[in-house]
Protein backbone atom coordinates (compact mmCIF):
# COMPACT_ATOMS: atom_id res chain seq x y z
CA UNK A 1 0.00 0.00 0.00
CA UNK A 2 1.12 3.48 -0.63
CA UNK A 3 2.45 6.09 2.11
CA UNK A 4 2.39 2.87 4.24
CA UNK A 5 -1.16 2.22 4.46
CA UNK A 6 -2.99 -1.10 5.29
CA UNK A 7 -6.12 -2.51 3.84
CA UNK A 8 -7.28 -0.91 7.51
CA UNK A 9 -5.60 2.19 7.88
CA UNK A 10 -3.92 4.46 7.94
CA UNK A 11 -5.67 6.71 5.82
CA UNK A 12 -3.24 9.07 4.12
CA UNK A 13 -4.06 12.81 3.21
CA UNK A 14 -3.87 11.83 -0.63
CA UNK A 15 -6.22 8.92 -0.48
CA UNK A 16 -8.47 11.29 2.37
CA UNK A 17 -8.94 13.66 -0.69
CA UNK A 18 -9.82 11.10 -2.94
CA UNK A 19 -12.66 9.83 -1.22
CA UNK A 20 -13.96 12.85 -0.27
CA UNK A 21 -14.07 13.82 -3.85
CA UNK A 22 -15.31 10.76 -5.76
CA UNK A 23 -18.02 10.12 -3.21
CA UNK A 24 -19.36 13.49 -2.69
CA UNK A 25 -22.74 14.55 -4.16
CA UNK A 26 -20.93 16.98 -6.15
CA UNK A 27 -19.02 14.08 -8.14
CA UNK A 28 -21.08 13.49 -11.53
CA UNK A 29 -23.04 10.07 -11.26
CA UNK A 30 -26.35 11.36 -10.75
CA UNK A 31 -26.99 9.81 -7.11
CA UNK A 32 -29.28 12.41 -6.35
CA UNK A 33 -31.74 11.19 -8.52
CA UNK A 34 -32.09 7.70 -6.85
CA UNK A 35 -33.85 6.91 -3.87
CA UNK A 36 -33.79 3.16 -3.63
CA UNK A 37 -37.15 3.03 -3.23
CA UNK A 38 -37.86 5.28 -0.32
CA UNK A 39 -40.23 7.29 -2.81
CA UNK A 40 -42.80 4.45 -2.70
CA UNK A 41 -42.17 3.75 1.05
CA UNK A 42 -43.32 7.37 1.56
CA UNK A 43 -46.40 6.71 -0.68
CA UNK A 44 -47.87 4.09 1.41
CA UNK A 45 -47.22 5.08 4.48
CA UNK A 46 -43.97 2.81 5.67
CA UNK A 47 -41.55 6.15 6.73
CA UNK A 48 -42.93 9.21 7.70
CA UNK A 49 -40.10 10.59 9.83
CA UNK A 50 -36.96 10.28 10.27
CA UNK A 51 -37.04 7.33 13.26
CA UNK A 52 -38.82 5.37 10.20
CA UNK A 53 -36.32 6.67 8.30
CA UNK A 54 -33.79 5.20 10.23
CA UNK A 55 -35.18 1.98 10.56
CA UNK A 56 -35.66 1.60 6.88
CA UNK A 57 -32.31 2.56 6.12
CA UNK A 58 -30.81 -0.29 8.70
CA UNK A 59 -32.68 -2.75 7.42
CA UNK A 60 -31.55 -2.03 3.98
CA UNK A 61 -27.53 -2.02 5.56
CA UNK A 62 -28.04 -5.18 7.23
CA UNK A 63 -29.96 -7.04 5.21
CA UNK A 64 -30.42 -5.42 1.71
CA UNK A 65 -28.02 -3.56 -0.70
CA UNK A 66 -25.93 -2.68 2.35
CA UNK A 67 -24.32 -5.86 3.06
CA UNK A 68 -24.45 -7.21 -0.65
CA UNK A 69 -22.52 -3.84 -1.66
CA UNK A 70 -20.01 -4.27 0.90
CA UNK A 71 -19.23 -7.84 0.20
CA UNK A 72 -18.98 -7.24 -3.81
CA UNK A 73 -16.71 -4.51 -2.96
CA UNK A 74 -14.73 -6.02 -0.44
CA UNK A 75 -14.19 -9.01 -3.66
CA UNK A 76 -13.38 -6.23 -5.96
CA UNK A 77 -10.73 -4.36 -4.43
CA UNK A 78 -9.42 -7.83 -3.47
CA UNK A 79 -8.94 -9.64 -7.39
CA UNK A 80 -7.85 -8.96 -10.16
CA UNK A 81 -8.70 -7.05 -13.00
CA UNK A 82 -9.95 -10.51 -14.88
CA UNK A 83 -12.09 -11.09 -11.59
CA UNK A 84 -13.87 -7.68 -12.40
CA UNK A 85 -15.79 -9.10 -14.95
CA UNK A 86 -17.63 -11.98 -13.32
CA UNK A 87 -18.15 -9.53 -10.18
CA UNK A 88 -19.96 -6.88 -11.89
CA UNK A 89 -21.88 -9.34 -13.77
CA UNK A 90 -23.22 -10.85 -10.75
CA UNK A 91 -23.33 -7.55 -9.08
CA UNK A 92 -25.71 -6.71 -12.01
CA UNK A 93 -27.70 -10.07 -11.91
CA UNK A 94 -28.64 -9.56 -7.81
CA UNK A 95 -30.55 -6.51 -8.42
CA UNK A 96 -34.12 -7.22 -7.71
CA UNK A 97 -36.17 -5.04 -9.85
CA UNK A 98 -35.54 -2.71 -13.33
CA UNK A 99 -35.06 0.51 -11.55
CA UNK A 100 -32.37 -0.63 -9.00
CA UNK A 101 -30.59 -2.05 -12.38
CA UNK A 102 -30.35 1.11 -13.33
CA UNK A 103 -29.67 2.55 -10.10
CA UNK A 104 -26.96 0.33 -9.36
CA UNK A 105 -25.22 0.31 -12.87
CA UNK A 106 -25.93 3.84 -14.30
CA UNK A 107 -24.03 5.47 -11.44
CA UNK A 108 -21.21 2.66 -11.52
CA UNK A 109 -20.86 3.79 -14.98
CA UNK A 110 -20.66 7.20 -14.84
CA UNK A 111 -18.14 6.43 -11.77
CA UNK A 112 -15.61 4.56 -13.69
CA UNK A 113 -16.40 6.80 -16.37
CA UNK A 114 -15.42 10.08 -14.47
CA UNK A 115 -12.61 8.50 -12.47
CA UNK A 116 -10.69 6.79 -15.43
CA UNK A 117 -11.08 10.49 -16.83
CA UNK A 118 -9.69 12.72 -13.87
CA UNK A 119 -7.52 10.61 -12.05
CA UNK A 120 -6.02 7.22 -14.71
CA UNK A 121 -3.08 5.50 -14.27
CA UNK A 122 -2.03 2.19 -15.48
CA UNK A 123 -4.32 -0.22 -12.67
CA UNK A 124 -7.44 1.66 -13.31
CA UNK A 125 -7.00 1.10 -16.89
CA UNK A 126 -6.86 -2.81 -16.86
CA UNK A 127 -10.29 -2.33 -14.47
CA UNK A 128 -11.54 -0.14 -17.43
CA UNK A 129 -10.76 -2.65 -19.72
CA UNK A 130 -12.08 -5.57 -17.99
CA UNK A 131 -15.13 -3.96 -17.56
CA UNK A 132 -15.45 -2.52 -21.23
CA UNK A 133 -18.97 -3.64 -22.33
CA UNK A 134 -20.71 -4.99 -19.28
CA UNK A 135 -23.00 -3.45 -16.69
CA UNK A 136 -21.15 -2.00 -13.59
CA UNK A 137 -22.52 -2.17 -10.26
CA UNK A 138 -21.59 0.95 -8.58
CA UNK A 139 -20.04 -0.78 -5.55
CA UNK A 140 -17.62 -2.64 -8.04
CA UNK A 141 -16.79 0.64 -9.74
CA UNK A 142 -15.57 2.59 -6.54
CA UNK A 143 -13.53 -0.75 -5.09
CA UNK A 144 -12.12 -1.18 -8.49
CA UNK A 145 -10.88 2.73 -8.57
CA UNK A 146 -9.97 2.56 -5.09
CA UNK A 147 -7.44 -0.37 -5.31
CA UNK A 148 -6.27 1.34 -7.96
CA UNK A 149 -5.05 3.88 -6.41
CA UNK A 150 -3.90 1.83 -3.23
CA UNK A 151 -6.48 3.67 -1.01
CA UNK A 152 -7.26 1.48 1.94
CA UNK A 153 -10.23 -0.66 2.03
CA UNK A 154 -11.46 -0.26 5.10
CA UNK A 155 -11.67 3.26 5.14
CA UNK A 156 -12.61 3.50 0.92
CA UNK A 157 -15.86 0.64 1.72
CA UNK A 158 -16.90 2.80 4.85
CA UNK A 159 -17.28 6.10 2.52
CA UNK A 160 -18.85 3.97 0.49
CA UNK A 161 -21.75 3.02 2.70
CA UNK A 162 -21.76 6.35 4.10
CA UNK A 163 -22.22 7.83 0.80
CA UNK A 164 -25.32 5.08 -0.07
CA UNK A 165 -27.01 6.46 3.43
CA UNK A 166 -26.44 10.07 2.99
CA UNK A 167 -27.93 9.96 -0.52
CA UNK A 168 -30.80 7.89 0.74
CA UNK A 169 -31.71 10.48 3.78
CA UNK A 170 -31.03 13.05 1.01
CA UNK A 171 -34.01 11.76 -0.61
CA UNK A 172 -35.93 11.64 2.57
CA UNK A 173 -35.49 15.11 3.46
CA UNK A 174 -36.74 16.31 0.03
CA UNK A 175 -39.85 13.77 -0.19
CA UNK A 176 -40.90 13.02 3.31
CA UNK A 177 -40.06 16.20 4.20
CA UNK A 178 -37.75 16.13 7.30
CA UNK A 179 -35.53 19.14 8.03
CA UNK A 180 -31.75 18.64 7.22
CA UNK A 181 -31.16 18.76 11.26
CA UNK A 182 -33.08 15.43 11.02
CA UNK A 183 -31.21 14.29 8.36
CA UNK A 184 -28.07 14.31 10.22
CA UNK A 185 -29.36 13.06 13.28
CA UNK A 186 -30.86 10.24 11.15
CA UNK A 187 -26.84 9.83 9.41
CA UNK A 188 -25.49 10.20 12.90
CA UNK A 189 -27.85 7.32 13.78
CA UNK A 190 -26.82 4.79 11.45
CA UNK A 191 -22.76 5.54 11.32
CA UNK A 192 -22.75 2.59 14.00
CA UNK A 193 -24.37 0.43 11.57
CA UNK A 194 -22.69 1.16 8.60
CA UNK A 195 -19.15 0.73 10.74
CA UNK A 196 -20.20 -2.89 11.96
CA UNK A 197 -21.50 -3.60 7.97
CA UNK A 198 -18.06 -2.60 6.93
CA UNK A 199 -15.78 -4.30 9.36
CA UNK A 200 -18.04 -7.45 8.96
CA UNK A 201 -18.00 -7.37 5.10
CA UNK A 202 -14.11 -7.96 5.53
CA UNK A 203 -14.07 -11.58 6.38
CA UNK A 204 -17.27 -12.62 3.89
CA UNK A 205 -16.95 -14.17 0.93
CA UNK A 206 -19.61 -14.51 -2.11
CA UNK A 207 -20.98 -17.31 -0.88
CA UNK A 208 -23.10 -15.05 1.84
CA UNK A 209 -24.34 -13.06 -0.33
CA UNK A 210 -28.15 -12.39 -0.02
CA UNK A 211 -30.97 -10.77 1.32
CA UNK A 212 -33.98 -9.94 3.18
CA UNK A 213 -34.89 -6.79 3.01
CA UNK A 214 -37.79 -7.10 0.97
CA UNK A 215 -40.19 -3.97 1.27
CA UNK A 216 -37.23 -2.16 0.00
CA UNK A 217 -37.16 -4.94 -2.78
CA UNK A 218 -40.89 -4.57 -3.46
CA UNK A 219 -41.34 -0.79 -2.97
CA UNK A 220 -38.22 -0.51 -5.62
CA UNK A 221 -40.90 -2.72 -8.11
CA UNK A 222 -44.00 -0.48 -7.21
CA UNK A 223 -42.17 2.63 -7.65
CA UNK A 224 -41.54 1.98 -11.59
CA UNK A 225 -45.64 2.95 -11.88
CA UNK A 226 -45.86 5.52 -8.83
CA UNK A 227 -47.79 8.24 -10.47
CA UNK A 228 -46.20 11.29 -8.99
CA UNK A 229 -42.23 10.61 -8.65
CA UNK A 230 -39.51 12.72 -8.47
CA UNK A 231 -36.77 10.41 -8.44
CA UNK A 232 -35.69 7.54 -10.75
CA UNK A 233 -35.88 4.29 -8.44
Given amino acids: ?43 DGTVTNAETLVAWIAEILAHGAGRNDAILFVAAYRGDAPALRDLAELG ?14 AQGRAFLTAVTGAWPNTKL ?21 AAAHEVPLLPALTAMLSAFVANIVSAGVRAIPIGQSDGQRTIAALAPRVAAIAAAALTLGLDELGGA ?21
Avoid at 5 to 11: I, N, V
Avoid at 92 to 105: C, G, I, M, V, W
Wanted: aromatic content about 8%.
Fill in 213 to 233: ALRADIASMKHETQYTRLFRS
Fill in 125 to 145: AAAGAALAGVDVPYAIAVAAA
Fill in 1 to 43: MADGATPEGPLAAAALQKLLTWLSPAFPVGSYTYSHGLEWAIE
Fill in 92 to 105: AALQPSRERHLEAT
